[in-house]
């Protein structure tokens, strides 16, 4: 079974910074065509807020554009999210998600809290 492992949520501050990971496991990760985080605000649809595809190219939704940076580690088969200067409507669960030609896979979420 595949899993996907996040971590780094937290309790910040707005203005602050966290960075999300996600390990992907090796058997897959070479497979991939698309990386994404995505992010579910309390009362709200689950919105991508980043991806990386299969070309490099990196796409933002316009909410964090300038703030947040996804990125990949290809020796440790890990994504990240980079979220800096923190608003408080970035408070909700964020998951990663990725995808081969054939399936998809998400993370277990992780819980970001944006407050004072």
């Known amino acids: 079974q595949v899993q996907l492992v996040e971590s780094g949520g937290g309790l910040v501050q707005p203005g602050g910074s966290l960075r999300l990971t996600c390990v992907v496991p090796q058997s897959i990760f070479n497979s991939l065509n698309l990386m994404a985080w995505y992010h579910e605000a309390p009362g709200k649809d689950r919105e991508q807020v980043a991806n990386y595809g299969s070309n490099g190219g990196t796409r933002y939704a316009e909410s964090v554009e300038g703030r947040f940076t996804i990125s990949k580690d290809t020796s440790t088969n890990t994504l990240y999210l980079q979220m800096n200067s923190l608003k408080p409507e970035d408070t909700g669960v964020y998951y990663c998600?990725?995808?081969?030609?054939?399936?998809?896979?998400w993370g277990q979420g992780t819980q970001v809290t944006v407050s004072s």
């Open positions: 998600y990725v995808q081969t030609w054939g399936s998809v896979y």
